[in-house]
């Protein structure tokens, strides 16, 4: 199956700082990217979905300016967390569809994100 | 909006025995149901999916159903063994880079 990339896969960050997460398609062209907060022993949900060249559009109750979303090429999406605080520590997850993946999502390896 | 509801929470089982998950979804428009296994720490790995233009899909002992009219979507694992303990989330999208919307999940624990 096609390859997705996320890094980092871990990472500790002060409160008040920015981490930024990476998502690559390896081997396909990435049309749309999706973003995922999956808190401890609960379920993958949805924060934003990631179009190459356009805005992202946020689910409801995600904060656009507090999670930047970028997707500037058909490989890459980032998600910024910024001002980070220690309810914002959770697992973090793309997943990305690409031209002809006929509805398969292709997950990357997810970052666990501390905020102390 | 959309929701995909999943049941049980948590299913422990005999080694040997059958486990089935259900699920329902809202959105009359899905017509893409995969089937992901989540080891803890790690990325939701695709087990199985069915289209909605089928009813079943097996794949060894692994089956997926489909009822398009009542909404409803099954996994069924037969022969449980204990390297099956996971948690499994049913999720429901449409075919074309649309969302995924993904179930609550369900704890198998399988019992050597």
């Known amino acids: 199956g096609a390859v997705v990339s996320q890094h980092p896969s871990r990472v500790i960050c002060k409160s008040g700082t920015s981490v930024k997460i990476e998502c690559r398609s390896l081997d396909f062209q990435a049309t749309t990217m999706f973003w995922y907060r999956q808190f401890p022993k609960q379920s993958l949900m949805l924060m934003a979905t990631s179009n190459e060249g356009s805005k992202a559009t946020y689910e409801q109750g995600v904060e656009k300016d507090k999670f930047l979303i970028n997707h500037a090429s058909l490989t890459l999406s980032t998600l910024t967390v910024t001002s980070a605080h220690p309810e914002d520590s959770s697992f973090y997850i793309c997943s990305a569809h690409g031209w002809g993946t006929e509805g398969e999502a292709f997950f990357g390896q997810g970052t666990r994100l501390t905020v102390v | 909006g959309e929701n995909v509801e999943q049941h049980p929470s948590t299913l422990s089982v005999q080694e040997g025995d059958s486990a089935v998950i259900k699920c329902t979804y809202s959105d009359s428009a899905s017509n893409y149901f995969p089937w992901y296994k989540q080891e803890l720490g790690k990325r939701p790995q695709l087990i199985i999916d069915?289209?909605?233009?089928?009813g079943e899909k097996k794949d060894q002992r692994i089956a997926v159903t489909l009822n398009k009219t009542a909404k409803h979507f099954s996994l069924h694992i037969t022969e449980t063994q204990p390297e099956d303990s996971a948690v499994y989330f049913c999720a429901a999208t449409r075919v074309g880079g649309f969302k995924t919307i993904f179930g609550a999940g369900t704890r198998l624990f399988v019992k050597a």
């Open positions: 069915i289209r909605s233009n089928v």
